[in-house]
């Protein structure tokens, strides 16, 4: 079972460039999201989706796009990057409805440095 | 803005001892998740929580709902070495999507 997968695992970028973080979930997920974690910080909501066309801004959404063209893949875009953007990325997924609806899923992480 | 309070910080315990850590929300909350987190890896699901009172056990690890719903605690008993990891708290609270996380607590155990 693939779950929740992100690519790529690592990434070095130069300050200014841009890039994307792919995500693909295979359980029909309608909730998708992206967070990053940063030491002593948990775990920080960049943006989510509640469904195909349907995005929003999470915590801490400056610097980063999403879009939602289809239910499994929700990719992330650092538009110009910044050293701060240096983190662990994660995307994850959940049902969105039902008792059971809120209980997320992560991806492996996406382990970004910028230089 | 909404607030977990996670604690503690870090525990450096010996093996088969008894663990405890817990989350505390200024919000109420509808569902309660704990996750574990090994180096280089993402967050896995440990237990789930969705009323309150519950109480859910997986395994050596016991997780509860708090009555107040603006609390929770996981225990892992007879720890070992294998146990060692980041653990998170989560709680996610009705109006939306809004899942909030605490800041961890890293687990150290020696065998």
């Known amino acids: 079972n693939a779950g929740v997968t992100q690519t790529p695992k690592f990434q070095v970028l130069k300050t200014g460039q841009s890039m994307t973080l792919q995500c693909a979930q295979d359980?029909?997920?309608?909730?998708m999201s992206w967070y990053r974690q940063d030491p002593g910080m948990g775990l920080r909501l960049i943006h989510y989706?509640?469904?195909?066309?349907?995005?929003d801004q999470g915590e801490v959404p400056n610097g980063y796009n999403v879009s939602r063209s289809t239910t499994e893949d929700f990719p992330l875009r650092l538009l110009s990057a910044a050293p701060s953007q240096t983190s662990v990325y994660f995307c994850?997924?959940?049902?969105?409805?039902?008792?059971?609806?809120?209980?997320?899923?992560f991806g492996e992480g996406s382990w970004l440095t910028v230089v | 803005g909404q607030q977990l309070n996670q604690s503690p910080q870090s525990m450096f315990i010996q093996e088969g001892e008894d663990v405890s850590m817990n989350c505390t929300s200024s919000?109420?909350?509808?569902?309660w998740l704990w996750y574990k987190q090994d180096p280089g890896e993402g967050p896995v699901l440990l237990i789930a929580l969705y009323k309150a009172g519950e109480l859910t056990s997986n395994g050596r690890l016991t997780a509860q709902f708090g009555i107040t719903r603006k609390d929770s605690f996981l225990n892992i008993s007879a720890s070992i070495p294998s146990d060692v990891g980041i653990y998170f708290c989560?709680?996610?609270?009705?109006?939306?999507?809004?899942?909030?996380f605490g800041a961890g607590t890293r687990l150290f155990v020696k065998a």
């Open positions: 359980m029909n997920h309608e909730y």
């Open positions: 989560a709680g996610h609270y009705t109006g939306g999507f809004k899942t909030i």
């Open positions: 989706s509640v469904g195909a066309g349907i995005t």
């Open positions: 919000s109420i909350f509808n569902t």
């Open positions: 994850a997924s959940s049902r969105g409805q039902g008792a059971q609806g809120n209980t997320i899923y």
